[in-house]
C-alpha cells in the first residue's frame, strides 16, 4: 500500500511539471534608412541638448512635445548637473555624438537609438541609449559605461 502511495505521490509531482513559455524576440535591429526622420532628429537633438549642458551648465527643459511626462520629472537640474559633475571629471569635456544602431521594439512601437559618446579623455567609453515612442516623444535617455572588450 505505502509504494502505490509513494508511486502515485511521484505520479502527480512529475505531471504537474509546467511548461516552458516561448519567448518572441520583439527587438530587432532596423536599418538607418527605414527610420522616420523626425524620430532620428528627435533623438539626436534631445541627446545632444542634454549632453552640452555638461559643458555650458545651462539647461533647457524640455517640453512636453519633445519628452514624456516621466522623462521631464526626471531631468531636474539637480540631478543632471550632478551626473554631469561625475562625467566631467572621469571623461573630460563632451565633443559628439555617434550612432551605433537602431532597433525596433515591435511591441511598443518604440525605437530604441544607440549613440557612442566622444569625449576629450579616451580612458572610458561612454553610451547614450534613446528611446523615442510612437508619438514622436523621447520616453527615456540613459548614460552607461561600456566595459572593453578582452583581447
Do not use: W
Request: with cysteine; hydrophobic share 40%; glycine share 2%.
Amino acid at each position: 500500500m505505502k509504494r502505490i502511495l509513494i508511486l502515485f505521490c511521484l505520479f502527480c509531482l512529475f505531471s504537474c511539471k509546467s511548461k516552458k513559455a516561448v519567448i518572441e524576440k520583439s527587438i530587432v535591429i532596423v536599418n538607418l534608412s527605414d527610420v522616420d526622420v523626425a524620430k532620428k532628429n528627435r533623438a539626436y537633438d534631445v541627446g545632444q541638448r542634454l549632453l552640452e549642458t555638461c559643458n555650458t551648465s545651462r539647461f533647457r527643459p524640455f517640453s512636453k512635445e519633445e519628452a514624456t511626462e516621466k522623462v521631464i520629472q526626471n531631468a531636474t537640474i539637480e540631478r543632471i548637473s550632478a551626473t554631469c559633475k561625475k562625467i566631467n571629471i572621469r571623461n573630460g569635456r563632451f565633443l559628439s555624438l555617434n550612432l551605433i544602431d537602431v532597433m525596433h521594439d515591435e511591441v511598443n512601437d518604440q525605437y530604441i537609438f544607440r549613440y557612442n559618446i566622444r569625449y576629450e579623455k579616451k580612458y572610458f567609453k561612454r553610451e547614450l541609449t534613446v528611446v523615442v515612442d510612437p508619438d514622436n516623444r523621447v520616453s527615456a535617455i540613459s548614460t552607461k559605461e561600456v566595459k572593453p572588450k578582452p583581447l
